[in-house]
């Protein structure tokens, strides 16, 4: 399976500040598949980026991600309060999905 | 709207089996997979496995090849994760997604269930 490891394990940023997350596979990801979450406190996991940069329905263009082969990026400028909260990457490859072990965005 | 609706929690002992339902709403059930995930306490999200909701067919993770068994019943809009010989490590929440096809070539897991949390205890 394809392993992805995000970085930072934890980001203390500010409100109105920019967040940077990264995730790397352990092998070269078809970008189609190629996905972010957020999870907020107590909820399920709620689809942010599709195929690497596609935002999804209702999300804000202040999201935004980028990346191919095995590094990708989520960027969210101007942090509102509601992003403070984990964000996993995920993949599909080799008949598996797989997803990150998560970047927590606090407030510092 | 679209919703995935889980059962509730449930707790069991070592060697018994947990069955989880999803239903869902608002939309046509067997247009879209349904896939099951799970979060333990500390650990990452791991995918399960999968239904293909319109022809029945299941794949699943590797590590839960023999032990997991993903059903669907259209009439019912609901599909189902059944785990078998349950140990204390599979305790976590266990998620249903939708699987959504856009048309263009991309897929993507749109809409969650709730999460059903599983306790495995003696």
């Known amino acids: 399976d394809i392993v992805l490891t995000q970085s930072p394990g934890t980001l203390s940023l500010s409100p109105g500040e920019r967040a940077t997350l990264s995730c790397r596979a352990s092998q070269s990801v078809v970008s189609t598949y190629l996905a972010w979450f957020r999870q907020k406190p107590g909820q399920a996991p709620s689809l942010l980026i599709y195929g690497v940069s596609n935002r999804a329905p209702g999300i804000p263009d202040r999201f935004s991600g980028s990346g191919s082969g095995t590094d990708f990026t989520l960027t969210i400028d101007r942090l509102e309060p509601e992003d403070f909260a984990v964000y996993y990457c995920q993949q599909y490859g080799s008949s598996s999905w797989t997803f990150g072990q998560g970047t927590k965005v606090e407030i510092k | 709207q679209v919703q995935l609706v889980q059962s509730g929690a449930e707790v069991k002992k070592p060697g018994a089996s947990v069955k989880v339902s999803c239903k869902a709403s608002g939309y046509t059930f067997t247009a879209y997979a349904i896939h099951w995930v799970r979060q333990a306490p500390g650990q990452r999200l791991e995918w399960v496995g999968w239904?293909?909701?319109?022809?029945?067919?299941?794949k699943y993770a590797r590590k839960f090849q023999g032990r997991v068994s993903i059903t669907r019943d259209t009439s019912a809009n609901t599909a189902y994760m059944e785990l078998s010989r349950l140990r204390s490590g599979d305790t976590a929440l266990y998620y249903c997604?939708?699987?959504?096809?856009?048309?263009?070539?991309?897929?993507?897991?749109?809409?969650w269930g709730q999460g059903t949390l599983v306790t495995v205890s003696s």
């Open positions: 997604a939708r699987d959504y096809y856009d048309g263009s070539g991309y897929y993507y897991w749109d809409f």
């Open positions: 239904i293909n909701s319109a022809n029945d067919n299941a």
